[in-house]
């Protein structure tokens, strides 16, 4: 495909992480090449069923220029979520840049809840937790685990 704007303006370094179950952060580097004055907007799109939507808060750079976006009340489909961010510029056009992301590969999994230890006099323990708080994985066997003892 070809791309219209100048090369070497479009963002770099682009990724996103969701942590806390539905809170996502999307960062990004200006192009190397871009223009002094360049903004960035990013929109993205849930599935193909959805409209588009620009971010509602940018994270800024000391110059005011958009370098990422806070997003609250996430959810993970089970499609793939469409990022894109396009520029602007007074010097030049600015070439875009898009990502398909899975929302689920991206997630940062809280530690496991209720975590108890019962030991007995025969030195035997039993420990038991519930699985991460995740607003996509229903399925508790999908998770794994693994447990470091340490005896003193």
Known sequence: PVFAGMSGSAIENFSCVIYNVS???CTWQAG???PGDVQYFLYWQYSRY???VECELYIKDENGRNT???FKNVTTKPENAYFLVNGSSKESQIQFYDKYIQLYEIEILTPPLNVTVKCTRDSSCIITWQPPLTNHMKKRKCF???I???TK
Request: glycine share 6%; with cysteine.
């Open 144 to 146: 794994e685990y693994e």
């Open 68 to 70: 990422g976006c806070r």
């Open 32 to 34: 190397r090449n871009a």
């Open 50 to 52: 959805d409209d588009a």
């Open 148 to 150: 470091r003892i340490k």
């Open 23 to 25: 809170l996502m952060n």
